[in-house]
T-cell receptor
């Protein structure tokens, strides 16, 4: 069983601030996905990273996959209230079973 | 293209009862996975169905069961409900190949009193 640890667990920041969320495991990921879940909704995929060292940008969000493929980070620049939600990292195992991280709950205060 | 539809959205039951939740996947998706989400445990995998067969199973007791129909629609059943079963139950559909994107429904909020 892969265990994905996310930090911090909770984050409350002011609009305009920057933040970074981390996802770590003792196992090597074949690939890793980041989802965001807004209150009352299901998670929605933000990005998939596959290659060690890969960096992907989605507007103000920057995703990085560690060189050893054991960790990933999500950096948000100039956070906005619309970024509020639960951020989840996910990794599929060989049997297409998805393991979710513990989640980071982000609140951006206007 | 319609998204993943879960019904009902909210459900209140009492201990000892049983409940059935429904999930209609995106058209063309053959895999349906079920998850339980609670504040303390986060998102935990229940099981995955692919082409009417259970392909993966998480670490939940036998009170939790599911099935998938020929049109890929899936149902999840929980028997002899316990207070700890109160949670948001999410289903996700995908094409079924390893690493495919999962598309989630809005979930069914189950409260057990």
């Amino acid at each position: 069983t892969q265990l994905l640890e996310q930090s911090p667990q909770f984050l409350s920041i002011q609009e305009g601030e920057n933040l970074t969320v981390y996802c770590n495991s003792s196992s090597v990921f074949s690939s890793l996905q980041w989802y965001r879940q807004e209150p009352g909704e299901g998670p929605v995929l933000l990005v998939t990273v596959v290659t060690g060292g890969e960096v992907k940008k989605l507007k103000r969000l920057t995703f990085q996959f560690g060189d050893a493929r054991k960790d990933s980070s999500l950096h948000i620049t100039a956070a906005q209230p619309g970024d509020t939600g639960l951020y989840l990292c996910v990794s599929p195992n060989t049997g297409n079973q998805f393991y979710f991280g513990t989640g980071t709950s982000l609140t951006v205060i206007p | 293209k319609a998204g993943v539809t879960q019904t009902p959205r909210y459900l209140i039951k009492t201990r000892g009862q049983q409940v059935t939740l429904s999930c209609s996947p995106i058209s063309g998706h053959r895999s349906v996975s079920w998850y339980q989400q609670t504040p303390g445990q986060g998102l935990q995998f229940l099981f995955e169905y692919f082409s009417e067969t259970q392909r993966n199973k998480g670490n939940f007791p036998g009170r939790f069961s599911g099935r998938q129909f020929s049109n890929s629609r899936s149902e999840m059943n929980v028997s002899t409900l316990e207070l700890g079963d109160s949670a948001l139950y999410l289903c996700a559909s995908s094409l079924g190949d390893r690493g495919n994107i999962q598309y989630f429904g809005a979930g069914t909020r189950l409260s057990v009193l």
